[in-house]
């Protein structure tokens, strides 16, 4: 069943605007086919289409239920800026394992600037990616923080995974996701500074290796948050 993620849940039953096109259009729905819409907050609402014109599309309510699909394990990421492209590729493929957000941060070796990364674009990809695969919410794609911002962030979290690509411990023995919110924290193609590293460990974080090959950095990511999802059993 077809999903879309809308500001509010309309109780006239009615699509305008952008919700309209899209279903109308991009989905090519027609009357009698059943969508569902969400608004994020944990519940999916199922409707049957009784019309369609130009300008709306037009619902009639079935049932509110449960989403079933959304994570129950919140899982940030936590990664050092990265090019455009890359970037598109993380916020898909991390929506679709489950991660609850994504905050970027600058680090000493990044290679684009923190005006590069355009945040409307990449919350869309979220937002399509999020739609394709079921998921309950759309996970939110936030402006770019500075490396200290970071390091402060994440200290509030109950499990925090380092993956360093100098090397630390082996992969599945360090993802220890027992509950609580997990943070993953990968760096950019040009990797962290000893002096980053250092500051990430002096948190009481163990750096985890990546193996003998050398992972690209949006391989890394989407890696890290399925390992640490299929730890806390969302995957299984």
């Known amino acids: 069943m077809r999903k879309i993620f809308v500001d509010k849940i309309s109780k006239d039953g009615i699509l305008t605007g952008n919700d309209h096109v899209h279903v109308s ?56 800026l990265l090019k455009s492209d890359k970037f598109d590729l993380v916020a898909q493929k991390c929506t ?75 992969l599945g023995d360090n993802i220890k996701v027992k509950g609580g919110k997990t943070a993953v924290i990968v760096g950019s193609e040009g990797g962290f500074s000893d002096d980053e590293a250092n500051m990430i460990c002096g948190l009481g974080v163990e750096p985890t290796g990546l193996g003998k090959r050398i992972l690209r950095a949006e391989t890394a990511c989407i890696t890290a948050v399925a390992l640490a999802m299929y730890e806390a059993g969302e995957l299984r």
């Open 25 to 80: 259009v991009v989905l090519r729905a027609r009357t009698g086919d059943k969508i569902t819409l969400c608004d994020g907050d944990g519940y999916d609402h199922l409707y049957e289409i009784t019309s369609i014109d130009r300008t709306s599309t037009k619902l009639k309510f079935l049932e509110k239920v449960r989403c079933e699909t959304e994570p129950e394990t919140t899982v940030d990421l936590f990664v050092a």
């Open 96 to 170: 679709e394992l489950g991660v609850n957000a994504i905050y970027p941060f600058c680090s000493q070796f990044v290679q684009v600037k923190k005006e590069s990364v355009r945040t409307d674009r990449l919350n869309k990809i979220c937002k399509e990616a999020a739609q394709q695969c079921g998921r309950g919410k759309v996970p939110v794609f936030n402006e770019p923080m500075d490396f200290n911002e970071m390091l402060s962030a994440v200290k509030e979290y109950d499990n925090v995974l380092f993956l360093y690509e100098k090397g630390g411990g082996k």
